[in-house]
């Protein structure tokens, strides 16, 4: 279990800025960096409005920004953060299947919007989870559905399939299985979910099923999922010229903060969030 000062979620110009700052104020610094292809800069063949690397592909662009945090001293976890509680003074965070405890955390996660199912936001708490390592537990002995968007639900799936008595594994985009794996994979894409006599049906084109339990899992939680009580203006995450949000220690940074969506702003606003915490901590 990883402890440090900050926590940084994000992997995007926002982060790695955040964090290098951090260091530079002898911060200790976990960035939670998920490996996944959800980062709009690398999708940019060519930045040119960013000074001091003209023509540069997003990819190489990110490669140096992370190598300069990492020879800073910042801890990388290639794990998405999944849920954030405050405990007293400490933030404690789920990254991955690893907790970690911080004073303080930064919002560096882009302006990635995971987009929800019919249903879906209804039925969180209630029979459908996006989280294994946290309510697997509930559904001991039971029949789930796992309905994932990339390779980090099959990690899950085979999570489950060790409680319950069945896992039924529903692909909502693209990624490469294991030969082998101890769950069922069905054919559909899912489109919608209900309570339906104490069942969750999962809808898809081809098929209606319904299960005790449903997890989903993306390349992405929305914010207010992953704090509770964290204000929201819209999509976007406001933070005064500090960019400290309305929780206390929790500062945002880069695109999830709203307009312009640009590579010098999130750069600029991980700096900010650096020295805020900082000033805030010590
Ligand atoms: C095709 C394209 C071209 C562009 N060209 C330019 C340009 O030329 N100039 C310019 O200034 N801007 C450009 N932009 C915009 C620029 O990419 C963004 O403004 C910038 O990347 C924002 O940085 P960020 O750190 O806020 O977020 P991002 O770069 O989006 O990074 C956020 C990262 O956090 C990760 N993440 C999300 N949630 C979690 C979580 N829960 N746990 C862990 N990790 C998480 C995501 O996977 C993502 O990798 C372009 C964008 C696109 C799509």
């Known amino acids: 279990m990883p402890n440090c000062d900050l926590l940084i979620i994000g992997s995007g110009p926002a982060a790695w800025s955040c964090a290098l700052t951090a260091r530079q104020r002898d911060l200790s610094v976990v960035v939670a960096a998920a490996e996944s292809s959800t980062g709009w800069l690398q999708k940019a063949e060519r930045i040119d409005n960013y000074p001091g690397m003209p023509a540069v592909s997003g990819k190489e662009m990110l490669r140096v920004f992370r190598r300069q945090a990492e020879e800073a001293g910042a801890q990388v976890i290639p794990h998405l953060a999944r ?11 789920l990254c991955g299947n690893d907790i970690i405890e911080s004073r303080a955390v930064v919002l560096a996660m882009g302006a990635a919007r995971p987009r929800l199912l019919p249903g879906e ?12 390592t946290c309510d697997g537990m509930f559904f001991r002995g039971k029949d789930v559905a796992v309905l994932s968007a990339w390779h980090g639900g099959i990690e899950e799936a085979e999570f489950l399939s060790r409680l319950c008595a069945k896992v039924d594994y ?30 969750i049906t ?6 209606a099923e319904g299960y005790d339990g449903v997890f989903i899992f993306r390349p992405a939680v929305a914010p207010g999922s992953l704090l509770p009580g964290l204000a929201l203006e819209g999509a976007f995450i406001p933070v005064d010229r500090r960019m400290v949000t309305n929780l206390p220690r929790v500062y945002a940074a880069g695109d ?6 640009q590579i010098a702003k999130a750069v600029g606003e991980g700096n900010i969030a650096a020295i805020s915490a900082a000033e805030d901590l010590a």
């Not at 990624?175 to 559909?188: N, Q, S, Y």
């Not at 999962?202 to 098929?207: H, P």
């Open 202 to 207: 999962v809808q898809t084109d081809i098929s």
């Open 170 to 199: 529903y692909t909502m985009a693209r990624h490469d299985l294991p030969a082998e794996h101890p769950f069922t994979l069905r054919d559909g894409k899912p489109l919608s979910l209900a309570r339906e006599n104490g069942k």
């Open 256 to 261: 999830c903060t709203g307009q312009p969506l």
């Open 121 to 132: 936001e209804e039925l969180i708490g209630q029979g459908v989870s996006w989280c294994g």
């Open 83 to 93: 849920q954030i509680q405050p405990m007293g003074d400490i933030y404690m965070t």
